[in-house]
């Protein structure tokens, strides 16, 4: 942790804020802008909304000019002060597939990293990758699967065209859950129940077959 890089350190200021920029993060912080160019429309307030699609625009703008990787297929978390990639790809290195961020080839670049074996583990996506030196598929965030980046990251690849990529994933998350049932995390070689079980932010697993990313698996009414 490190004192903020603008503000005048004293007792209220202390080296409290990280020094590494991640892709899942500040792409969730474009989805904010772009829902409040959303509440700024309904609302009349067209003024606003522009001002909040600029910078959603210079923030795309800049995740693919800084943190872009095209040797690993997905976006990579940067050095603040120096904005240097580190060369350990995650799986929010995709997240922002559901922002919008990756223009038409890098998104067709990051479905092919998603097939290649490191993250096409037996239950996708890990949160590191297989090749990674640290990987150990139950290890908490180093290896492991959470339903939630995997909805995500499914979203993102059907808003992007590429449907049966997004069922591939889905549909492995879901067909996982309904034999070993829902919980906060996954092993993503045995896809074992891991965590708390029937955490709140896993019913992304039902939200996968609300929002039709899977064929195999579809919700009715009773």
């Known amino acids: 942790m490190t004192p903020h890089p603008v503000r005048s350190a004293g007792p209220q ?51 693919r000019t800084h943190m872009w990787s095209q040797s690993q297929g997905c976006f990579l978390a940067v050095q603040r002060d120096t904005l240097r990639q580190i060369q350990s790809p995650t799986v929010g290195g995709f997240v922002p597939l559901m922002a919008r961020v990756p223009t038409a080839a890098q998104a067709t670049a990051m479905a092919s990293a998603l097939a290649k074996p490191e993250w096409a583990t037996s239950l996708p996506v890990p949160t590191v990758s297989s090749k990674n030196p640290g990987y150990i598929s139950s290890e908490f965030w180093r290896g492991d699967v959470w339903p939630a980046p995997n909805y995500q990251i499914a979203s993102g690849l059907a808003a992007y065209g590429m449907r049966s990529e997004a069922a591939r994933i889905a549909e492995l998350t879901v067909s996982n859950a309904l034999n070993v049932g829902i919980s906060e995390r996954y092993d993503s070689g045995s896809g074992a129940a891991l965590g708390v079980k029937g955490l709140g932010m896993s019913a992304t697993i039902i939200t996968m077959m609300l929002d039709g990313l899977t064929s195999r698996y579809q919700l009715r009414k009773i």
């Not at 409290?16 to 792409?27: D, K």
């Not at 609302?43 to 522009?50: M, N, V």
């Open 13 to 63: 200021n202390g080296a409290w804020y990280g020094n590494i920029l991640i892709p899942a993060n500040t792409s969730y912080l474009l989805l904010s802008e772009l829902s409040l160019v959303w509440i700024a429309n309904i609302l009349g307030e067209h003024s606003i909304a522009k001002r909040r699609r600029a910078r959603y625009a210079r923030g795309v703008q800049s995740m």
